[in-house]
């Protein structure tokens, strides 16, 4: 009797069981059937996919990367199973339009997730008629003049402290830049975007800048490390914990700025003070409905997307640069044309708008190092690329970092060449095939800013400084994370030039 009743009970929990997955199991054999003809990784495991041939290390992943995009040469396209989940793999700016163009494929996808805690959802997490809004609310604050040259102002004033930083280097030895830019490009965004200058290069041991500095670094972890994806697991974790607490850090700094500043701007005495961003979305609260909160979730949004990327981008470029004494030659005259003799004066806009080849130069970097390397987006309707179909719900990525080595589009791509960038040698290149911003209607809204800032930076450096370095580029070991790193960074002299 006891085993009849066991039995049966097995075979109810048996049924409860394929009830439950049922649809999971459907969706997975459709998901089989349909991205099964596309290329993907050899050995693929039923139920656990390609997750035991993805490397953990973003060094080794970014190397199998690169053997991927070799074996989807063929097709166009390329398919990442993890587990029973399906990432479609685009390494060619072929037939991109699909994505860039029109608003159709604007979400982003189940992988932004992990920014929500943080950035809750602001304009780089948000979606539809949220995104749309918000979109329209911030545009005008990277077109206004006024703002526009108070960034240039913070820009000098911060590249003035990291000039000063670097001439007390030994200029014998190599170091690692990223961290003096980094903390550069940290000051820079905290004040352009909060009015305050939080002294970050100066080492004045802000919990926030530390926070902030850490939470990205968690951020980075999770998303290569697939045991840390369940909030349950990760929460009770350490890396979870520590999530937490440098999260609550950072929302409460971010919560008392934005509130102080509200009552100075309500009490009119923000007229004396540099505006800055927080400012124009203050003035705007009223008009369109926006609360504290609102602004909250883009100041946040903007100190994680406005640091991290231009300082990977200015210290790629200035490792390219150090490795190209002829390219560097060049960027030597530009700068002593444009600025004279004068190496302390402040530079304009005017000034930085007519440094040109400096343009190409950070533009050749950024195709073969984009600081972002890679974008991923939730297919909002079924469409078919190169003969194969993509499933409404299915996740994108768009490997920017290859889509720029497309031969057709840049011949002898990993050649380090800024002349590319010349108006003639660009003026009619694909429109998809240079996309370090993205493209459409979802790019980067801080573009202008990013490249200004680039400018006054760099420019700052090149007035002062010849950059040497006996590190070749295949030492750098790139890591794939949100943002394109160099695995033990990019070593570089700091010379005086006079
Ligand atoms: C070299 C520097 C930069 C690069 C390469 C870069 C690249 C990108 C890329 C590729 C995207 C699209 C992300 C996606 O679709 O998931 C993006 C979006 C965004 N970027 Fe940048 N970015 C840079 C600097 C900045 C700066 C300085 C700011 C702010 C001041 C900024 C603010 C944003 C925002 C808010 C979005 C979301 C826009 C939207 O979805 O409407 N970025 N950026």
Redesign the pocket.
């Known amino acids: 009797m006891a085993v009849i009743s066991f039995t049966f009970l097995i075979i109810i929990f048996l049924i409860f069981l394929i009830v439950r997955l049922k649809p999971w199991l459907v969706n997975y054999f459709k998901l089989l059937k349909n991205y099964g003809p596309v290329p993907c990784p050899r050995n693929r495991l039923p139920i656990l996919g390609n997750l035991l041939s993805l490397p953990l290390d973003p060094h080794q992943f970014s190397l199998k990367l690169d053997q991927f995009y070799e074996e989807s040469k063929t097709t166009a396209l390329y398919c990442l199973w993890i587990g029973t989940y399906p990432l479609v793999a685009f390494f060619h700016p072929v037939g991109l339009e699909d994505f860039f163009s029109g608003s159709k494929h604007i979400t ?1 996808s189940p992988d ?1 997730l992990f920014l929500h805690p943080w950035l809750r959802t ?3 997490t948000s979606t539809g008629a949220k ?1 749309k809004n918000r ?1 329209r609310i911030i545009t005008p604050a990277f077109h206004d003049k006024e703002l526009l040259n108070n960034f240039v102002d913070i820009y000098n004033e911060q590249s003035a402290v990291l000039v000063q930083r670097l001439a007390s280097l030994k200029s014998e030895k190599e170091v690692n830049l990223y961290p003096y830019i980094a903390s550069c490009a940290l000051d820079i ?1 905290c004040e ?2 909060m009015g305050l200058n939080i002294g970050a290069q100066h080492d004045r041991n802000s919990q926030y800048v530390d926070a902030v500095l850490k939470l990205t670094d968690i951020l980075l972890k999770r998303q290569r490390m697939p045991w840390l994806w369940p909030d349950l697991i990760f929460k009770i974790l350490p890396q979870g914990r520590a999530h937490d607490r440098y999260l609550k850090i950072v929302h409460q700094f971010t919560k008392k700025v934005i509130d102080d500043r509200a009552q100075a701007f309500h009490a009119d005495e923000i007229r004396q003070k540099r505006s800055a961003f927080l400012d124009l979305l203050l003035k705007q609260m009223h008009d369109e409905q926006l609360t504290l909160v609102d602004i909250q979730e883009e100041v946040d ?2 100190m994680f ?3 991290d ?2 300082a ?2 200015i210290n790629f470029t200035c490792f390219m640069i150090a490795s190209h004494p002829e390219v560097q030659q060049k960027l030597h005259d530009e700068v002593d044309r444009v600025f004279g003799n004068d190496h302390d004066r402040s530079s304009t806009t005017e000034d930085l708008n007519e440094l040109n080849y400096l343009e190409c130069v950070i533009k050749e970097t ?1 195709r073969l190092f ?3 390397p890679f ?3 939730e297919v909002q309707e079924d469409f078919t690329y190169n003969d194969y179909k993509i499933l409404r719900g299915s996740t994108a990525v768009l490997f ?1 970092y290859y889509i720029h080595r497309d031969p057709k589009h840049f011949p002898d791509p990993e050649r380090f060449d800024p002349d590319r960038f010349l108006p003639e040698n660009s003026h009619d290149r694909a429109a998809y095939a240079f ?4 493209a459409g209607s ?6 202008r ?2 490249l200004l ?2 400018k006054a930076m760099l420019s700052s450096i090149l007035r002062r400084f010849k950059l040497k370095t006996a590190q070749k580029r295949d030492e750098l070991n790139l890591s794939f994370e949100i943002i394109l790193r160099s695995e033990h960074g990019a070593f570089v002299q700091v010379e005086p030039r006079f």
């Open positions: 982003k932004y602001g304009l780089l995104w979109r965004i352009a975007a949004t903007f997307e406005g640091h990327t231009t990977a981008a950024l984009p600081s972002v974008i991923a987006r920017i996309v370090p911003f993205s979802r790019n980067c809204i801080g573009q800013f990013a800032e680039e």
